[in-house]
């Protein structure tokens, strides 16, 4: 908040309006135009940015942000998209690698979850950690080995700072540093069975910072939903860590129409009230089935990013989460 949220915003016009070849030419490869979002750089140009760095050395980055020759530009932008394309290959095949480990692990292997492979790539380890985190709802350290040490990443949870739990054994790794919800660290592989058992011993988390618990901050009825109340939803942005996106919890809703798949598991849900009226085009990123809300009220938690790549006159809430019936995980923030 403060002064961030004001360097974000004149930042994000800024980039809108930049006339850099390399900046112009990123912007196409990741299918982004003006106005920009928080979401565009997070989500689309700086991992394509970060990606050579991320696999091995930065430098077609930098020359993309330097350059001033739009042929050129463009020939870096499609280097860096082949680049982050590998970045995502490999970090799925850590997910897929990790979660294969997990679901063959003992039951009362601990709650910290502490992972390493031989031919993971270091650059996404971090990214996979994330990920699992969140999935999982506890913290996850994934390392990249290479010979008798392995390097790598560790994320965490809210609620438990992972970077003071591990200082006092940071004495016992070659490298240690991060903060409370991200971690990063070299350790030698003889010595990591041991470590995670002693990890996992002093983790004594309260067991609800370990349970998924959904909140949001207001509930609304789809017809409350309108473009003035969006309108001033618009004047909270930009948004980030210090400034979360709203969440909403939006209901009772019936589908209009049976879902649509697209990308990579994401589900084009168009709902409506139970009155027939205000359909909306909602896209729900995770994995409940959009067939089960066929035909029965349902609510759902959304984030309004209001991108409307749908239609140019469709309202688009994204990231939604469907609420089945009986869930005792969801509570207001208020």
């Keep these: 908040m403060g002064e961030n949220r004001c360097i974000a915003a004149l930042g994000l016009a800024a980039l809108a309006s930049a006339r850099s070849p390399g900046l112009q030419a990123l912007m196409t490869v990741a299918a982004v135009r003006p106005p920009l979002t928080t979401e565009d750089v997070a989500f689309r140009l700086a991992p394509r940015l970060n990606a050579p760095g991320r696999l091995g050395a930065a430098d077609p980055a930098l020359e993309l942000l330097l350059n001033r020759d739009p042929q050129r530009a463009a020939d870096l932008a499609a280097e860096l998209q082949r680049h982050n394309q590998e970045r995502q290959q490999r970090e799925r095949e850590v997910l897929d690698e990790a979660l294969a480990a997990v679901a063959a692990a ?14 993971w790539h270091p650059g996404v380890v971090g990214i996979a950690a994330g990920r699992l985190a969140r999935e999982l709802v506890r913290p996850v350290i994934l390392l990249a080995a290479d010979g008798p040490t392995a390097t790598g990443s560790g994320r965490s949870v809210p609620g438990i700072d992972l970077h003071g739990f591990l200082l006092p054994w940071s004495g016992q790794l070659h490298r240690f540093g991060g903060h409370a919800q991200a971690v990063g660290l070299t350790a030698p592989v003889a010595e990591l069975p041991r470590l995670r058992r002693e990890w996992n011993a002093a983790a004594r988390w309260p067991a609800e910072l370990l349970q998924p618990r959904l909140t949001y901050e207001l509930a609304l009825a789809p017809e409350e939903l ?14 980030g860590a210090g400034n979360p996106e709203p969440v909403l919890r939006l209901g009772p809703l019936t589908l209009a129409a049976p879902p649509r798949g697209f990308g990579r598991g994401h589900q084009l849900l168009r ?26 009220p349902f609510e759902v938690l959304v984030t309004p990013r209001l991108r409307p790549f749908f239609g140019p006159k469709e309202m688009v809430l994204v990231a939604a989460r469907p609420l089945q019936e009986g869930r005792q995980d969801v509570e207001s923030s208020t």
């Design 271 to 296: 709902a409506q009230g139970l009155s027939g009226t205000g359909e909306l085009g909602i896209v729900a990123w995770d994995d409940t089935p959009g067939e089960m809300l066929m035909g029965r």
């Design 226 to 239: 309108d473009e003035s109340f969006l309108s001033e939803l618009r004047r909270l942005g930009p948004h």
């Design 106 to 119: 003992e039951p009362d292997d601990g709650p910290l979850l502490v992972l390493w492979k031989e031919g």
